[in-house]
Structure formats: C-alpha cells, structure tokens
C-alpha cells in the first residue's frame, strides 16, 4: 500500500514538474530538442523508476494503478474523438480524407502482413492474426507532433501539401483506433450476454461501438445543464473512468470506445468545446503520465523485443512511404504534393504509447510484454529519426500551391 | 445615445482565462444594472509564443484560435458602476496580483454611441 501511493506521488510529481518544464528546449540542437519537445525522455524516467532499477514501480504496484490507466487510456480516446466533427472534417477536400485513409491502410498492410507471416513462421497458430492485426494498427497511427513543431519552427512556404500532412497526421489514428478495437474483439470466443452464438468478435465490436455512442450522448446530456467548472470536471472524469473501466473489464479497447463517445458528443449540438477546452489543458500531464507507466513496464533487455521493433521500422518506413506515394500519385489532388509525403508521418510518440498500453492491458496480444518492449524500442529510435525525414519532405514542399 | 468625455463614461476591460469566470461576471454585471457588455475570445502574447504541441489534437491543431480559452470582456460603465463592476471582477478572479489570473484596466471615453441604457 505505501508503495502504491509513494508511486502515485511520484507520478503526480513528474507528471506536473514534467508539464512545466519539459516542453522547452530552445538552445539544443534540433534533433535532442525535438526528442525532448516530444517527451519521450520520460519512457527513460519510467525505466529508471521501474522494477529494473529504482523499483518504486515495479508491477504490483503498477497493476494496483489499474485506475490510472483506465482513467488515462480513457482520456485519450475522448479527446482525440473530440475533436472530430463531421462538419470540420468534410471542411476539406474529400480526397484529404481519401489520401488518409489510403497511406494508413498501405500502411497497416505493410506491417500486418509482415508480423502476420512472421508469427506464423515462430507459432504456426492461426491465433497469431490478432497480436499482427494489433501491431499493424499500431503502426497505421501518426503523431502530429513533430509535424506540428517544424511547421512552427520552420515557417514553411504555406502550401496544401502541409495541410494535407497534417490532416493526414491528425486522423489516421482513426483507422488505428478501430483496428485495434477489432484486434480486442476478436480475442472474445463467446458472444456477449444474450448474443447469439455466432461471430462473436462481431458481436463485441458492435456493442463497443454502441457503448461509446451511449457514453457519449449521456456526456452531451450532462453537459447541457448550466454547470460550474468544478462540475463539468466531474461530469467528465465520471464518463471516461466509467467507460474506460468497464471497456478494460470486459477486455474491449478503452480507446475506440471514448473515441467514439467523444465524436458522439462532437457531433450533437451543446458545449462541446468547453468541454474540449476543460480536458485539453491536461493533456501534457497525462501524456507524461503514460510515458513513465510505459517506461516502468518495459524490458529493454528482451532481445527479441528489439529484433521485432527493427523489423517493425523497416516494414511501417517502408509502408508510410509506399502509401504516401500512391495517395500523392494517384489521387486527383488539386495542387501538386512531395511523393515523399510518407516521410513526414514517420513519428509516434504518445499515440503509440498509449496504444502499446492498451496492448498491455487488454491482452490483445499472446506476450503484451514483448509487443510493449518492441513496440517503445521503436518509438524512441523513431522519434530521433523522425524529425529529419519530416524535415526533408517540408523542405520539398516549399513549391507547391493550393 | 451619445455621450462625451464630460459624462465620466469609462470602458472596462476585463481578460480572463476561462468561459466559466465570464459567465460569472456577466451575472455580476447584470446584478448591478450593467445589461451591455462585449465578449471576445482572444490569445495572449504567451499563447501565440509558447510551444502549444499537439498531441492527441492534431486534427483541432489545424483551425485557427485552436486550444485558447481567454476571453475580453469589454464593458462601458458609469463611473458610479465602475468600482462596483471592479469588484465583481476581483470577486471572481482574485486581486489579478498573481501571474495569469486576469488583466483589469478602464479606459476613459471620449465620444460614444450606441450604448443601452442601465437596468432599473
């Protein structure tokens, strides 16, 4: 117990110091700034403070924290699903939406196909499809972060090609998020209460879909009535311990399920941006969070953990690429966009995190300790990579117009 | 109406950081008489320099005014109601002594039209 609230402190502390001064770096070179600018340094934090070193959070007491991640895995579905509304997402060409769908599909092949072969060359068990199918969502995800930092620091030339990548960077966790719901759905054999005794996985995915709407409308309820701040916070804290803890008891993903709660409530009428604006001033914190907790669980000395996140770089590289080429080449876009807009969508950070967390949890995969471990090794060589081959498509964006 | 310098009308201006803190002072305002003021959303010096990085909000990253939540209240009032309307305003966000609590100024009026009369 005194372990438990020693490492509840010491998250809260990191996570409040970390929000204040980790996100500031603007004398260092480019490339540690950016790994700074993105907090991945705090997966190294959480290392050091895990079972591997200082211990102060070690497994038990990081399952005694099953709130904090319920909570956490929660608040990033909501607030990624907030910000969806359909009338703002059509706002631009619908072949933004086609170029996002096609490089992060290619991109979910890409890997899908890879791991799926080569856990079936390890296993042999048909079972292997899920932890692939999982992987390969995982890898379907972009980060807008580093996107968002060097149009900042940059200044590019404004053209459509940077909108259109961080269009692309800002929903393709779409199709991650519900990819990885169906990767948790299928682990279910038996159906829901009172289902039939058919394609239970379908079954699941239909309930989540329809837990996260009702979710979501009850959010938008509450949040009709003239409420206090204080008050709102409840409303909101209430939904997504709810949602999130019920989604990890039945093994569903607490993801997709406040994803969808959130576009739920984005798309009805009522305070949905104050409610957006109360849940968006703690995202740092609760990103940090999230980062140390990955941290403390991972086993940076499995070595095939480390054999499986090369080959997790290799194939996503290399699909990021292939599936910004064909959405750059194929799609009758109005202005003229770099071929190599894949590399623009090579960063992760906390979208995979949180991912590999829910991995972690839901026990979508056979081994989540190995998928973690591979999945945060490649994050953080990703994230030292990342910035300069996004750099390099900005720097071949510079010509082109809207 | 009009009104010039002579009739001691002062503009308020009220910066505060949450929609919450204007709805309270607009109440505050209307207890006192005070039924015309001017809401905008508005973004400080800090907010447009500091890193904002998206994280999970890509997508809202890309509309502009996206994660500012600062409000300007501006308000004509009477030099009776000022110091009333002054106080409404600490009521609700402290005595702006501490760094991001609020900004509160007036500013004298020289010439206006246009302004609704007081309540009662």
């Known amino acids: 117990m005194f372990q438990t609230v020693t490492g509840a402190l010491v998250l809260l502390i990191a996570a409040l110091a970390g929000y204040r001064r980790s996100f500031a770096r603007p004398g260092w070179p480019q490339g540690i700034r950016f790994f700074f600018l993105t907090g991945t340094q705090f997966l190294l934090i959480g290392l050091a403070l895990g079972e591997h070193f200082l211990g102060l959070l070690d497994r038990p007491t990081i399952e005694r924290l099953g709130p904090v991640f319920s909570l956490g895995l929660g608040y990033f579905g909501l607030i990624f699903g907030l910000q969806l509304e359909f009338e703002k997402v059509l706002r631009f060409p619908l072949q933004f939406l086609s170029s996002m769908f096609i490089q992060a599909g290619i991109t979910f092949l890409f890997v899908f196909t890879l791991f799926f072969w080569l856990f079936h060359q390890l296993d042999g068990s048909p079972a292997v499809f899920i932890p692939a199918l999982a992987i390969g969502a995982v890898a379907c995800c972009s980060s807008p972060t580093i996107v968002a930092l060097l149009v900042r620091e940059t200044k590019p030339v404004k053209c459509a090609g940077i909108d259109l990548i961080r269009y692309i960077a800002g929903l393709d966790t779409i199709l991650g998020f519900t990819l990885f719901a169906a990767a948790a759905c299928l682990v279910h054999t038996s159906p829901p209460p009172l289902g039939p005794a058919c394609l239970p996985g379908l079954q699941w995915m239909v309930l989540s879909i329809a837990f996260g709407m009702g979710m979501g409308y009850l959010l938008h309820l509450l949040t009709q009535t003239h409420c206090g701040e204080n008050e709102l916070w409840v409303f909101i804290i209430g939904i997504i311990i709810f949602s999130g803890g019920v989604s990890l008891f039945f093994d569903l993903s607490p993801l997709f399920v406040t994803m969808v709660a959130g576009i739920t409530a984005a798309n009805l009428p009522g305070s949905k941006d104050r409610v957006f604006m109360a849940i968006f001033r703690q995202e740092k914190p609760f990103h940090i969070v999230f980062l140390i907790l990955a941290g403390a669980v991972w086993q940076p000395g499995l070595v095939s953990g480390l054999v499986l996140a090369g080959f997790y770089l290799f194939s996503r590289t290399a699909g990021k690429i292939c599936g910004g080429l064909v959405a750059a080449s194929w799609l009758p876009l109005r202005f003229q966009v770099s071929p190599l807009i894949g590399l623009g969508l090579l960063s992760q950070s906390g979208v995979a995190i949180a991912m590999a967390m829910d991995l972690y949890l839901s026990g979508s995969g056979s081994n989540p300790d190995l998928l973690v471990a591979m999945l945060i090794s490649a994050v953080l060589v990703n994230e030292l990579f990342s910035p300069a081959m996004a750099r390099r498509f900005l720097a071949g964006s510079r010509g082109e117009t809207a | ?120």
């Open chain 2, 1 to 120: 109406m009009s009104n010039d310098s002579a009739t001691g009308m002062e503009l308020l201006v009220i910066v505060v950081k949450t929609h919450h803190q204007v709805e309270e002072i607009l109440t505050g305002f209307l207890e006192l008489g005070i039924r015309g003021a001017t809401v905008a959303d508005v973004r400080g010096m800090g907010q447009i320099i500091s890193m904002e990085i998206p994280i999970f909000t890509g997508f809202k990253s890309l509309f502009p005014g996206w994660g500012t939540d600062t409000h300007m209240i501006l308000s004509v009032v009477d030099a009776a109601s000022r110091q009333k309307a002054v106080e409404v305003g600490r009521e609700v966000c402290g005595d702006f002594s501490s760094p991001g609590s609020g900004i509160l100024f007036t500013l004298p009026i020289n010439h206006a039209e246009g302004l609704s009369e007081e309540i009662g």
